[in-house]
T-cell receptor, first 115, second 110 residues
Framework: NAGVMQNPRHLVRRRGQEARLRCSPMKGHSHVYWYRQLPEEGLKFMVYLQKENIIDESGMPKERFSAEFPKEGPSILRIQQVVRGDSAAYFC?????????????FGEGSWLTVV | DAKTTQPPSMDCAEGRAANLPCNHS???????VYWYRQIHSQGPQYIIHGLKNNETNEMASLIITEDRKSSTLILPHATLRDTAVYYC???????????FGQGTTLQVKP
């Protein structure tokens, strides 16, 4: 049973370019979450999505960042016009449902470097 | 979500049990205690979670005090591969918004 799959694992972008990070949740999971971990810092929640819906985006920067989880295909975290401060590890997680006590599983992360 | 307090670091001898404490004195009745760990440069790994009763799985045991104000994660036979940062998180578990604190850095030594 495959876990949460993220790609690319490593991505290098020049300042001003766009970065797209993809996440395929575990089989049967319909809830996806994105987290960011800046260098030497803890993980910070960004956004919670269900199929075709954003449930909670309270942790997303107001500009340049967007996320989607279409009916078909992986969830996408898009960062437009990247800056050096966007360099971080971006982790996707998924769960079966949104009920109390459910288990959330994380992927291995996508490491973005902005040069 | 309730705040948790963990020691910043702990050492454990290989093969011995590692007991990682967590205080969560403001936990509410319907909040769960979750434990995750993060090995350097990897994604957080789910370990175990519980509400009131003690829990055990293939990785660890979770002991929750009767008043639910503290808990202990037990790795019964620590190996070098258990060296990681361990996070105790208290949450309802229905929003995916896990608050990761500083955690406890566990160093397993040979």
């Amino acid at each position: 049973n495959a876990g949460v799959m993220q790609n690319p694992r490593h991505l290098v972008r020049r300042r001003g370019q766009e970065a797209r990070l993809r996440c395929s949740p575990m089989k049967g999971h319909s809830h996806v979450y994105w987290y960011r971990q800046l260098p030497e810092e803890g993980l910070k929640f960004m956004v919670y999505l269900q199929k075709e819906n954003i449930i909670d985006e309270s942790g997303m920067p107001k500009e340049r960042f967007s996320a989607e989880f279409p009916k078909e295909g992986p969830s996408i975290l898009r960062i437009q016009q990247v800056v050096r401060g966007d360099s971080a590890a971006y982790f996707c997680a998924s769960s079966y449902g949104g009920s109390s006590g459910n288990t959330i599983y994380f992927g291995e992360g996508s490491w973005l470097t902005v040069v | 979500d309730a705040k948790t307090t963990q020691p910043p670091s702990m050492d454990c001898a290989e093969g011995r049990a590692a007991n990682l404490p967590c205080n969560h004195s403001t936990i509410s009745g319907n909040e769960y205690v979750y434990w995750y760990r993060q090995i350097h440069s990897q994604g957080p790994q789910y370990i175990i979670h519980g509400l009131k009763n003690n829990e055990t799985n293939e990785m660890a045991s979770l002991i929750i005090t009767e008043d639910r104000k503290s808990s202990t994660l037990i790795l019964p036979h620590a190996t070098l591969r258990d060296t990681a940062v361990y996070y105790c998180i208290v949450t309802l578990g229905n929003t995916g918004k896990l608050i990761f604190g500083q955690g406890t850095t566990l160093q397993v030594k040979p």
